[in-house]
């Protein structure tokens, strides 16, 4: 929480749209089958067998899936780790919104709209710099920080290249 309000306010519609998919997740855990929710492969295997999941579009009226909506936090995480990757190894020298934006490009803007891509760079024109993130995170060396960054990037990979495997094994990465 202290790190994501330190980026500002203009990342208010990121940390909303975050929360909106953790609630709608939540929902599913506590709700109706939520024994069917203990796990990814659990989720994807119940919403695949009872028609819940849609490959061609979102009815308006309906919830989003668990697994459309899992698939959008996932696609958010492989952009935070290209980020803190980028930031542990970067310099003070590195623009921060450069290298969110790059990361951003690299693996998040191919699966927004032209109007979502055009306020994310905006978005990112207000990132502090980088030595001011490092104090958010509590860290004041270099060495540390990085060593943080690289924890947390290693952690991401991990969770990241387990849910993309579930995710390709049943051919569901391009939900609409």
């Known amino acids: ?7 500002g306010t203009v990342f208010g519609f990121i940390s909303k749209e975050t929360i909106t998919k953790i609630n709608i ?3 599913y855990i506590t709700g109706k089958h939520s024994e069917e929710y203990h ?5 994807v295997k119940y919403e695949l067998q009872d ?5 061609k579009e979102l009815p308006s009226d309906r919830t989003p899936s668990g697994c459309r909506t899992l698939l959008r936090l996932h696609r958010a995480l492989k952009w935070l780790e290209l980020f803190l990757y980028k930031l542990a190894t970067s310099t003070d020298e590195d623009s921060t919104s450069e290298l969110c934006a790059d990361a951003y490009e690299e693996g998040l803007a191919k699966h927004h ?8 760079a ?4 207000a990132m502090p710099p980088r030595r001011e993130l490092f104090n958010i995170v509590c ?3 270099e060495r540390e920080a990085q060593l943080v960054l690289m924890t947390s990037v290693k952690a991401i990979v991990g969770v990241y290249n387990m849910t993309q495997e ?6 569901m990465l391009d939900l609409p």
């Open 1 to 7: 929480t202290l790190f994501r309000s330190a980026l």
């Open 25 to 27: 997740m939540d929902g």
């Open 122 to 125: 905006l978005a990112f024109l």
């Open 113 to 120: 709209s032209w109007f979502i891509r055009q306020a994310a």
């Open 139 to 141: 860290v004041q060396e």
């Open 166 to 171: 579930v995710y390709r094994a049943h051919g």
């Open 39 to 43: 796990t990814l492969l659990s989720m």
């Open 51 to 55: 028609n819940v999941v849609n490959f």
